[in-house]
């Protein structure tokens, strides 16, 4: 464990040895006592604050689509074992942080927004443990790297979609209203398999206790099969941030979506999970 002192702590040590240097000198006892009580004081403070990190364990949940660039909502789950609670325990990664204000026996979950610079695979991820209870003296602290294994997609760079659409074979008026004000007219109904929460019939789901969803008109939209020429971009990382772009927009609009990368190529389809699969191997791309 690592501990920093703060300012009023620096204050506080000052005044003890101030104290304890006219004892020495002028031999009062009552000085003798006052410094005394200081440093029980602060063997007291240091103590606590020691036992009030021991035994923590930390997780980490991410959520289910994290993007470089963007600060991401994580849930920080936070658990004590031991006879007695922790307060005031910070959990932090640079400026972002969380506070849980006690901690015992029970896992207590709270919020941290974090950021990531770069695209790609992260194993796992280094949080810092703090507290300056019980005084506010001395801050404690210990780093504790948290397993992830979290696929960081590229950030999206707005990207108009007449780049890609534009190429469609007989794309009138009436097809581009239907992409852009898709879901309005139902084409038929048929069993879950992916697609977006919005398409869910709930009333049929309930009634045949499975998922059932709505397949609209939008669905007959042309696939669209995305590659690296089928954006602009100077350079990688760009052409790699439109196509994310692409990819979720042309998804909410429930237009089939393909993706051809150097010699391996995904197959139009929709879906949530279909979506996260062409993201994944974006991210990963080298």
Known sequence: MKVKIKRSGVFFIGITIFLGAAAVNTGNNLLYMVVSALLSFMFFSGTFSMLNLKGLSLRLIPPP?????RSNRFRVLLKKEGYLPSFLIRVSRGNEMCVFPMV??????????????????????????????????????????VKLNLTVFPKPVPTDLGVVLSSQENRGEAKAKTLYEGYEDIKNIKEYAGEPM???HWKLSAKRSSLMVKEMVAEEMSPVVLSLDSVPGRDIEEKLGRLTYLIIELEKRGVPVGLKIEDKEIPPSLGESHKRVLLKELALFS
């Open 198 to 200: 919005k398409l869910i």
């Open 104 to 145: 015992w026996k029970r896992e207590e979950v709270s919020n941290i927004y974090l950021s990531f610079l770069r695209r790609g695979f992260y194993e796992s991820l280094t949080l810092e443990v703090s507290s300056s209870f019980p005084f506010g003296l001395f801050v404690r602290s210990f780093r504790k790297e």
């Open 65 to 69: 689509e994290v993007f470089a660039g």
